[in-house]
């Protein structure tokens, strides 16, 4: 073997143990700089980026519903007391739809325009408790009026 090739391979061999080396005290020695954060620091940043706690959401909901004018809660009363429907009116079964892409607010919506429940906040709220906002599967069902909310949400999540 000629001293040129055998000067080569030492150079090869060296920059590959040096490479190891440096390595080897990276893995050691590593520069990393950790900064704790305390949780009030964490809720902070995450505001920022557009994040909201569960508990907002919930009260900001609340706030929109005290909102609604007094006058326009009496007018309802009043037809309601006028109208001639029975209070007690039998359950019968009502043939719903959910589409395809269609979200928990959505499907709250068309459950109250059917009859199905009476009120479309506290659904919402009972679909968050169950952690089922994005389980609901689309077809079409054979639901009864003013049923519990948890089988109705049982029925439209198992299919």
């Known amino acids: 073997m000629g001293t040129n090739k055998l000067n080569k391979l030492f150079l090869i061999l060296g920059i590959g143990i040096g490479l190891l080396v440096s390595s080897m005290l990276n893995i050691a020695y590593p520069n990393i700089k950790y900064m704790p954060?305390?949780?009030?620091?964490?809720?902070?940043?995450?505001?920022?980026l557009g994040m909201v706690s569960l508990k907002e959401a919930i009260s900001t909901n609340d706030e929109k519903s005290a909102e609604i004018d007094t006058t326009d809660v009496e007018d309802?009363?009043?037809?309601?007391?006028?109208?001639?429907?029975?209070?007690?009116?039998?359950?019968?079964?009502?043939?719903?739809?959910?589409?395809?892409?269609?979200n928990s607010e959505r499907i709250a919506e068309k459950l109250l325009e059917a009859g199905i429940i009476k009120n479309k906040e506290?659904?919402?709220?009972?679909?968050?408790?169950?952690?089922a906002q994005k389980k609901f599967q689309y077809g079409v069902y054979e639901l009864e009026t003013e049923m519990d909310?948890?089988?109705?949400?049982k029925i439209l999540t198992s299919k």
């Open 122 to 131: 506290e659904f919402i709220k009972e679909i968050i408790a169950k952690n």
């Open 37 to 48: 954060y305390s949780e009030s620091q964490i809720i902070e940043k995450a505001k920022e």
């Open 76 to 102: 309802e009363v009043d037809n309601i007391e006028e109208s001639t429907v029975p209070q007690n009116e039998d359950k019968h079964e009502v043939e719903f739809v959910i589409n395809k892409g269609d």
């Open 149 to 153: 909310y948890e089988s109705l949400i």
